[in-house]
């Protein structure tokens, strides 16, 4: 009774496609409801709100479903779904206990925790958001449960539906509390954020629930199978799990602490060092919201790489579960060529229509915060799947502690850079090139030296970079032209729109005919991603 497993490009397509409709409204969220908070000021202590909650929940939640993901393809991979879904109960009972204390802490020490961040005004935003953790912490059980089955469907139908619920409900809350005061206002869009956690959570109990009947078939067929040949059928003890599970999951958690305590103490930093570097205390505030903003735009591709590491790690552990070396660094030369033929071309197109594409948006005048910054999503990206890597070959412990040298790194450059009058907010973006190529340097020797991997991120980067090289000058050329063409006619926002469309539609035929052309996309990859879209480009002779 062998279950039909997605494939790696299967899992990365449908959760690609899920984070890229996430972001398209967080980033159609980001411009309004900076609108209706006052403009970058008041987004600013949304911003430090959200990031309290974003720290607390990465504490409480990012090591178990990492975890959860690792055991059950572990044990689903050897014919052990009756451990697998024991693992998965333990791990939820754990986590609704986790989610439990955390948002009672949260809650009570709201107005304290806003204060430390600088940021007063943000703590009703934090009491609002503290629910949430509750929420997240068993969402996270049922959704690493389903990655771990190589299923990725449940988790991207959830994060749609989690994301379309946080932003319809915040947009009615911040319109109705916005005469309250900022205060109120950054409580209403928390609260949304909430009920939209709900929403994703009722999605995959319910999902769970419809595949009980299966599960408990597959387990009678498994236990058939030993009585047959005479084997014992032994089941793993509640202790033994965990002690996996915590094995898994504790320097997970602590490399994502580490990483998103850096992110709570730049939230922190920036705003002071701005003042620091002669900003008024309104300047800082502002820049730093543009700041926070940016990232929100470099956050697209990023969840590119989040939702790739989440289809690699379960192949990668269920291959060394098996002691398949081979299968091992097959699979990790292909995640990366997979990270490549995706991150690069969006990386090195918001280099160029950084202008653009801040105008479509509402983001203001500062683009060139996005111009700088894009190329990190490469190091960003390819950090995110080194751990995971890493974390497949039960290497739990190595990118973690690689990721605390670069954290201090970041703070120390941080505190020096950003205080430098002609620098400011740029030193910020140095120290985060900086913290990011670190890691990705030590990961990448450990991988390729002691763990025997053998793959080449030189050989998965090389054509993804030509093709999208071609690309950025062909359709910049293009919206150039077409944008002085109609400025004959049509300037401002919509000029820019109608130029930029075709300009992006242009971009992705000319990356993908001259990716083709060089060999760096096949038939055979084209097949593993998804055979009907593989039958419709040979339809229309595009393939």
């Given at each position: 009774?062998?279950?039909?497993?997605?494939?790696?490009?299967?899992?990365f397509l449908i959760l690609s496609v899920a984070n890229i409709l996430v972001k398209i409204m967080s980033l159609a969220f980001v411009p309004l409801i900076r609108h209706f908070l006052g403009g970058d000021a008041?987004?600013?202590?949304?911003?430090?709100?959200?990031?309290?909650?974003?720290?607390?929940?990465?504490?409480?939640?990012?090591?178990?479903?990492?975890?959860?993901?690792?055991?059950?393809?572990?044990?689903?991979?050897?014919?052990?779904?009756?451990?697998?879904?024991?693992?998965?109960?333990?791990?939820?009972?754990?986590?609704?206990?986790?989610?439990?204390?955390?948002?009672?802490?949260?809650?009570?020490?709201?107005?304290?925790?806003?204060?430390?961040?600088?940021?007063?005004?943000?703590?009703?935003?934090?009491?609002?958001?503290?629910?949430?953790?509750?929420?997240?912490?068993?969402?996270?059980?049922?959704?690493?449960?389903?990655?771990?089955?190589?299923?990725?469907?449940?988790?991207?139908?959830?994060?749609?539906?989690?994301?379309?619920?946080?932003?319809?409900?915040?947009?009615?809350?911040?319109?109705?509390?916005?005469?309250?005061?900022?205060?109120?206002?950054?409580?209403?869009?928390?609260?949304?954020?909430?009920?939209?956690?709900?929403?994703?959570?009722?999605?995959?109990?319910?999902?769970?629930?419809?595949?009980?009947?299966?599960?408990?078939?597959?387990?009678?067929?498994?236990?058939?199978?030993?009585?047959?040949?005479?084997?014992?059928?032994?089941?793993?003890?509640?202790?033994?799990?965990?002690?996996?599970?915590?094995?898994?999951?504790?320097?997970?958690?602590?490399?994502?602490?580490?990483?998103?305590?850096?992110?709570?103490?730049?939230?922190?930093?920036?705003?002071?060092?701005?003042?620091?570097?002669?900003?008024?205390?309104?300047?800082?505030?502002?820049?730093?919201?543009?700041?926070?903003?940016?990232?929100?735009?470099?956050?697209?591709?990023?969840?590119?790489?989040?939702?790739?590491?989440?289809?690699?790690?379960?192949?990668?552990?269920?291959?060394?579960?098996?002691?398949?070396?081979?299968?091992?660094?097959?699979?990790?030369?292909?995640?990366?060529?997979?990270?490549?033929?995706?991150?690069?071309?969006?990386?090195?197109?918001?280099?160029?229509?950084?202008?653009?594409?801040?105008?479509?948006?509402?983001?203001?005048?500062?683009?060139?915060?996005?111009?700088?910054?894009?190329?990190?999503?490469?190091?960003?990206?390819?950090?995110?799947?080194?751990?995971?890597?890493?974390?497949?070959?039960?290497?739990?412990?190595?990118?973690?502690?690689?990721?605390?040298?670069?954290?201090?790194?970041?703070?120390?450059?941080?505190?020096?850079?950003?205080?430098?009058?002609?620098?400011?907010?740029?030193?910020?973006?140095?120290?985060?090139?900086?913290?990011?190529?670190?890691?990705?340097?030590?990961?990448?020797?450990?991988?390729?030296?002691?763990?025997?991997?053998?793959?080449?991120?030189?050989?998965?980067?090389?054509?993804?970079?030509?093709?999208?090289?071609?690309?950025?000058?062909?359709?910049?050329?293009?919206?150039?032209?077409?944008?002085?063409?109609?400025?004959?006619?049509?300037?401002?926002?919509?000029?820019?729109?109608?130029?930029?469309?075709?300009?992006?539609?242009?971009?992705?035929?000319?990356?993908?005919?001259?990716?083709?052309?060089?060999?760096?996309?096949?038939?055979?990859?084209?097949?593993?991603?998804?055979?009907?879209?593989?039958?419709?480009?040979?339809?229309?002779?595009?393939?």
């Amino acid at each position: 009774m062998k279950e039909k497993a997605q494939s790696v490009a299967t899992g990365f397509l449908i959760l690609s496609v899920a984070n890229i409709l996430v972001k398209i409204m967080s980033l159609a969220f980001v411009p309004l409801i900076r609108h209706f908070l006052g403009g970058d000021a008041g987004y600013s202590v949304y911003s430090s709100a959200y990031y309290v909650y974003a720290f607390v929940y990465v504490i409480a939640t990012a090591g178990f479903p990492v975890a959860v993901s690792k055991l059950v393809s572990e044990f689903c991979g050897t014919d052990r779904t009756e451990d697998a879904i024991r693992s998965f109960k333990l791990a939820r009972s754990f986590l609704i206990a986790v989610g439990a204390i955390l948002t009672a802490v949260v809650m009570i020490f709201a107005k304290p925790i806003a204060s430390f961040m600088n940021n007063e005004e943000s703590w009703a935003g934090i009491l609002c958001l503290a629910p949430t953790l509750f929420l997240c912490s068993l969402l996270s059980a049922y959704r690493g449960f389903f990655q771990g089955r190589k299923n990725m469907r449940p988790t991207a139908i959830s994060q749609v539906a989690e994301q379309l619920v946080h932003v319809a409900v915040s947009f009615i809350l911040v319109i109705a509390l916005r005469s309250y005061g900022i205060v109120w206002a950054v409580a209403g869009a928390s609260v949304g954020t909430a009920i939209g956690a709900l929403a994703a959570l009722m999605i995959v109990v319910y999902k769970y629930n419809t595949e009980k009947s299966v599960i408990s078939e597959k387990i009678a067929f498994e236990r058939s199978v030993r009585e047959h040949k005479g084997e014992a059928f032994s089941i793993i003890s509640k202790k033994d799990i965990m002690k996996k599970m915590l094995y898994y999951s504790l320097p997970i958690t602590f490399s994502s602490g580490v990483q998103y305590a850096g992110d709570l103490l730049d939230n922190k930093m920036i705003k002071g060092g701005l003042v620091a570097s002669g900003l008024t205390e309104q300047g800082a505030k502002s820049l730093h919201g543009a700041y926070m903003a940016m990232r929100q735009l470099i956050n697209v591709p990023g969840s590119l790489a989040t939702a790739l590491c989440i289809s690699v790690l379960p192949v990668i552990a269920g291959a060394f579960a098996k002691k398949d070396q081979k299968e091992v660094s097959k699979n990790t030369e292909y995640g990366f060529k997979l990270c490549y033929l995706v991150a690069v071309p969006i990386s090195f197109a918001m280099v160029l229509f950084a202008k653009p594409i801040y105008t479509i948006l509402g983001y203001g005048d500062n683009y060139f915060l996005l111009t700088f910054s894009s190329l990190s999503v490469l190091l960003l990206c390819t950090m995110h799947l080194q751990s995971s890597v890493l974390q497949g070959v039960n290497k739990m412990f190595v990118s973690s502690s690689f990721l605390c040298v670069s954290v201090v790194i970041k703070i120390i450059m941080n505190y020096f850079l950003i205080r430098i009058p002609w620098l400011n907010i740029y030193g910020a973006i140095i120290s985060s090139y900086v913290s990011y190529l670190i890691p990705v340097l030590l990961n990448y020797i450990f991988i390729k030296k002691v763990s025997k991997i053998d793959f080449s991120i030189t050989r998965c980067l090389l054509l993804p970079v030509i093709a999208a090289t071609v690309m950025v000058l062909l359709s910049y050329g293009l919206y150039s032209l077409l944008h002085w063409l109609i400025g004959f006619i049509i300037s401002g926002y919509w000029g820019c729109l109608i130029s930029f469309v075709p300009a992006v539609l242009f971009a992705v035929l000319v990356y993908y005919f001259v990716l083709r052309k060089l060999g760096g996309l096949t038939d055979d990859d084209l097949e593993q991603i998804s055979p009907k879209l593989l039958r419709l480009l040979k339809k229309i002779k595009l393939a």
